[in-house]
């Protein structure tokens, strides 16, 4: 089994790429692009968390407030 | 390290490459081939992690639909490429595409502060495992579970395909006076 780190580092560097795009680029069609870079990096790191943390969630927007929900509160404080 | 960490990591080096090569190729119509790369990698990850459906789908609507709706946005913009890269020996091209400020140290840059403070987020916070064990047929499932708990996130996702294609009628169409 891959170690979780991977697929969340993995999804957090894709983002980060992503967002300097989208953010630096004139091109419309480019940031298009890479808004599609940032979903895939959600993809990536819901994925990765449904796969070992056993949570079945069907859909990807649901696995993003469920992991929200399993965060520690503290981390929000 | 294990044959399947092996080749996680290979895919996601493809991945990440051709995400920086999505944001520094200099010909769009590059980039938009280095986004179906990207797409393919990470479906070859997610068969990886025992999603098989969203593998298939993956392949189906972000290598299928997606890229070719942007080639289509491309060929339809009518965009005057300038050629930035051409006639120049494959030394000076790499040095001007990678290593240049511009194109290729900062993406790179932004996308390893931000995943180091994601990783540092990730550290901070504690998840909850749960002891079910991953269910080994995903689809049926994900079919279940689509038309019983989930059956209203997945009409309102069709409602936003429908306000989509009126749209796209409403943009496109010719007035008739």
Avoid at chain 1, 41 to 58: D, E, N, Q, S, Y
Avoid at chain 2, 49 to 70: C, E, K, P, R, S
Avoid at chain 2, 91 to 100: A, P
Avoid at chain 2, 136 to 163: C, H, K, N, R, W
Wanted: charged share 10%; net charge neutral.
């Amino acid at each position: 089994m891959v170690p979780i780190e991977y697929p969340l580092l993995l999804g957090a560097f894709l983002f980060g790429i992503g967002l300097y795009g989208a953010l630096t680029k004139t091109n419309a069609i480019r940031i298009l692009m890479c808004v599609e870079l940032m979903l895939n990096a959600v993809r990536v790191v819901t994925t990765g968390l449904i796969t070992h943390a056993a949570l079945f969630l069907a859909l990807g927007f649901t696995a993003v407030a469920g992991i929200f929900l399993q965060l520690n509160a503290d981390f929000l404080a | 390290m294990s044959t399947q960490t092996l080749i996680f990591l290979i895919l996601a080096a493809i991945t990440a490459v051709s995400a920086i090569r999505v944001v520094t190729t200099g010909l769009i119509t590059h980039a938009a081939l280095f986004l179906a790369l990207g797409f393919t990698a990470v479906a070859g990850i997610f068969l990886q992690l025992n999603a098989d459906f969203l593998a298939a789908a993956q392949v189906l609507i972000y290598v299928g639909a997606i890229t070719t709706m942007i080639i289509f946005a491309i060929m339809l913009s009518d965009i005057r490429e300038i050629k930035a890269f051409e006639g120049k020996s494959t030394w000076e091209r790499f040095k001007k595409q990678w290593l240049s400020r511009q194109w290729g140290v900062w993406p790179v840059l932004v996308g390893i502060v931000f995943s180091a403070v994601m990783f540092w987020l990730y550290a901070q916070s504690a998840f909850q495992v749960s002891k079910d064990a991953p269910p080994d047929a995903t689809t049926s499932l994900i079919g279940q579970q689509l038309f019983s708990t989930y059956a209203l996130p997945f009409e309102v996702a069709s409602l936003v395909l429908l306000v989509a294609m009126i749209g796209a009628i409403i943009l496109t169409a010719k007035e008739v006076k």
